[in-house]
């Protein structure tokens, strides 16, 4: 969804920053808050403690294992993203082949 405020909302950075900030540290915050967002929607919690008030990310590991008596195993983590990767047609960095980026390109 692009820019939507429900995947990246980056405008109270945006206020916050003013013309201060660079395009690209812009769209690197987009880039972040899209691939963090969903983490909230797997978990079932609100993100308000997070983007409004500051808390940091690191602290839902901890809150998740405080409520299942698991622990969020990072390296199981990175096996998973790296096979998502893979199966995408991606680099290990999750960068798509310049074709795939060129096809979004010509849209």
Known sequence: MGAHHTRAWTSAK???QGANWTAEEKVDLVIYRQSLRPLFDM?????LPWIELG???Q???VFYECVTGKMIDPVRVDRLLDLYYQK???NADGVPPAEVAQAFADV
């Open 59 to 61: 602290h839902y590991a």
């Open 43 to 47: 978990l079932g919690v609100c993100r």
């Open 14 to 16: 945006e206020i916050e």
């Open 55 to 57: 808390l940091n990310e």
């Open 88 to 90: 995408r047609g991606w």
